[in-house]
């Protein structure tokens, strides 16, 4: 995947191949529509509206909205009270699978979602060749905006790379081998067609399953300000309008965990894509500072093996 950065008022441009997507092209060796009215299949076991419930996650974890119409167990507080999340530690992984071959992406990090910053390491998987992982990337996650540290392939390594989100074909749901924290759960503002699965456990903490399709274009319309961009640009560029899901909340109505299903075609087949978001350790402390415009790298970058996804968006540089 190739990014093109330009400098505003007709500077230096540079063509740089974009990080994580083409460099799981390159490790693999290559490389449903849901309409209708919206409804919500309600299960009376749930005790609560199952449609609700999942377009309020975004807000809950934003600390814009109490878990208000969600459900108790044992101890917990009683439905309408304040549950403010605020920022979580994240694990995250991606799976492509293209060409008969499956590459898995893993994450970890922090996230703040009131501000919609955050800080995780990205683990590329071995070559198919059998050689080492790949370092680490460092991903800082801001609104309409990725900087990745670690990026190799000729970039200084006190350097980061910066790309316009908004310009992605894919707003970033799939490009950074991660999934913005924010923009998973904004996503859910988006479903159409929910159904409660059932309760289950989750890292010891009893969840509430639901399963169903989301519309990227409502999903785009209905979001945050600052989330606004990259889902827009999502709604453009993906091979569908719709994404299934299955997503589970705590007794709080907070996001515990999110799965999403893509398909997504720049040049050549498309790529299925399934992107797990999981979280945990709410009220995590985090501090991002974004890099100044003197630390952001604006020369050529070569990346990718020939015949990789490849794709052209502008952003521009240090902005």
């Not at 922090?110 to 370092?135: I, S, W």
Request: hydrophobic letters at 40%.
């Amino acid at each position: 995947m190739v990014v093109q950065q330009h400098r505003s008022g007709g500077g230096a441009r540079a063509v740089c191949a974009l990080a994580v997507v083409g460099m799981m092209a390159a490790t693999a060796g290559c490389s449903g529509g849901g309409g209708g009215a919206d409804r919500a299949m309600a299960d009376e076991r749930g005790g609560a509206d199952s449609l609700g419930a999942v377009h309020r996650a975004a807000a809950v974890l934003a600390g814009t909205t109490s878990g208000s119409g969600t459900w108790t167990v044992a101890g917990a507080a009683a439905p309408g009270a304040r549950s403010v999340a605020g920022s979580a530690e994240v694990r995250t992984s991606m799976e492509t699978a293209a060409g008969g071959t499956r590459v898995t992406i893993r994450g970890r990090g922090t996230y703040d979602f009131r501000n919609q910053v955050g800080r995780l390491k990205v683990v590329l998987p071995e070559d198919v060749a059998g050689e080492d992982e790949h370092r680490p990337i460092t991903e800082l996650l801001a609104p309409g905006a990725l900087y990745m540290m670690n990026r190799g392939a000729g970039v200084p390594a006190d350097k980061w790379v910066r790309i316009d989100t908004t310009a992605l074909e894919d707003g970033n749901l799939v490009t950074g081998g991660v999934t913005d924290p924010m923009a998973a759960a904004e996503l859910l503002r988006g479903a159409r067609q929910v159904t409660y699965v059932g309760r289950t456990e989750l890292a010891g903490v009893t969840v509430r399953h639901y399963r169903g399709t989301s519309d990227i274009g409502r999903a785009a319309r209905e979001a945050s300000p600052k989330s606004h961009g990259a889902l827009a640009a999502a709604a453009k560029g993906f091979h569908t309008d719709t994404v299934q899901f299955d997503a589970y909340l705590d007794e709080q109505g907070r996001l515990r965990k999110v799965r999403h299903r893509f398909s997504f075609a720049n040049e050549g087949p498309a790529v299925q894509v399934v992107s797990t978001t999981l979280l945990y350790g709410f009220g995590a402390p985090l501090s991002v500072r974004l890099p100044d415009d003197r630390d952001i790298y604006t020369g050529k970058i070569q990346q990718g093996q020939p015949g990789g996804t490849r794709a052209r968006v502008r952003t521009k540089a240090g902005t």
